[in-house]
């Protein structure tokens, strides 16, 4: 199904505020019924306690659920807009509320070694812990859930929504899910039961004690490693690289399925010793067979002056992590690239073939080779636990 037409008196904010680009609310029943409770409403905010966070004197709180450890006074929210002191009590704003729903392809995530080919039940909520100069969804991860137009959808509609509209991973993404963290939680506890995959794309911001907890309920992750070096981290996205990396490694201990994007933008993060030092580590850290996928930048945001990542700038960068031993690397972001297609690590044969989002071919039989009979490490089938 094609995306709805912006309308012509309609600014591009407007037109993601307004939730009109929703192909959610196109196919999916429970969206589209005249229900009261799940229209899209401007400003829709259902307040309930955070899960982590450590009072402290005069009613003021620490919150622990990620990095910043933001210390708010009472009435004061914390760095990301959705997290806020009430009398001492942290409170969460973004619960049941998502101001993006949409059906999109796994391909979209990017998750390429997650059931290729489907579509995925992708939302999320107005806010965001990171700033990054460069984001392309900025119009709701640096807004607050009082400035978007927001749909009424506790979790339990979002996994019936997912099942009706035959989706069988639920996505959360499009801005930091960690700062919409009990909803994804609480979701992933119920899809899990149902036979729905929960996945996230995530800049893997969030502290240690939160993450194990969610990493019970998420199965796979697509993980932005912004750059290798702590000045990138700090210039252009105001967080810092080092809890991203123990993020990275502690989802790998617990066995969720990870694939790390790194958006290249020249001048800033294109550097071939970097790029080698960051392949090397995920080779060391991760395993080699950990997907990367190499984007490509485009001007956006607070970055509009800059240029478009040269096509011959990823193909380099793709050829440092093959050479530093990594054995399914993509680019992105390209129309149309070879570099999309996965060749099977032990026999180098194409076993899925794509052109943009759209999958042509699979050779694989049960999460194998089809040539060679290699195991591919992902998710290639949906398991009720």
Aim: positive net charge; hydrophobic residues 40%.
């Amino acid at each position: 199904m094609a995306p709805l037409p912006i309308p012509l008196h309609c600014t591009r904010r407007q037109f993601v505020q307004t939730g009109l680009f929703s192909l959610a609310a196109l196919t999916c029943p429970s969206l589209a019924a005249p229900a009261r409770a799940q229209e899209v409403r401007y400003g829709l905010v259902k307040p309930r306690p955070a899960a982590f966070f450590t009072p402290l004197a005069d009613n003021m709180v620490r919150c622990d659920l990620c990095p910043r450890q933001c210390d708010t006074v009472d009435g004061e929210r914390g760095d990301c807009g959705v997290r806020e002191n009430r009398k001492g009590t942290y409170i969460t704003l973004a619960y049941g509320n998502p101001c993006a729903v949409h059906i999109d392809p796994i391909e979209k995530k990017p998750l390429f070694h997650v059931l290729p080919g489907s579509a995925s039940y992708s939302l999320a909520t107005a806010g965001c812990n990171l700033h990054c100069k460069f984001c392309q969804n900025w119009e709701i991860s640096q807004a607050r859930p009082e400035e978007t137009y927001n749909f009424d959808l506790a979790p339990e509609a979002i996994v019936k929504a997912a099942r009706e509209t035959n989706c069988p991973t639920i996505a959360h993404t499009y801005v930091e899910p960690m700062i919409f963290y009990e909803y994804m939680l609480d979701i992933g506890k119920l899809s899990r039961s149902a036979g729905v995959i929960n996945v996230c794309h995530t800049a893997g911001y969030i502290n240690p004690k939160p993450l194990e907890a969610l990493c019970a309920v998420i199965q796979a992750a697509c993980v932005d490693l912004k750059a290798f070096t702590e000045d990138f981290y700090h210039d252009l996205v105001g967080a810092t690289l080092a809890p991203v990396l123990e993020a990275l490694k502690l989802m790998r201990r617990r066995g969720v399925h990870l694939e790390i994007v790194n958006l290249v933008i020249p001048q800033y993060n294109d550097q071939p010793a970097d790029i080698t030092r960051m392949c090397t580590w995920i080779k060391e850290e991760l395993g080699e067979l950990t997907p990367l996928h190499f984007s490509r930048f485009y001007p956006l945001y607070k970055m509009k002056n800059h240029y478009p990542t040269p096509v011959a700038t990823l193909e380099q960068a793709r050829q440092l992590a093959l050479a530093a031993g990594l054995k399914y690397v993509y680019i992105g972001n390209v129309r149309e690239h070879p570099a999309e297609n996965t060749h099977c690590h032990s026999c180098g044969q194409v076993i899925i073939g794509r052109r943009g989002y759209r999958v042509s071919d699979i050779k694989m039989t049960k999460g194998a080779c089809g040539f060679c009979g290699a195991k591919i490490p992902g998710i290639w089938e949906v398991k009720k636990s």
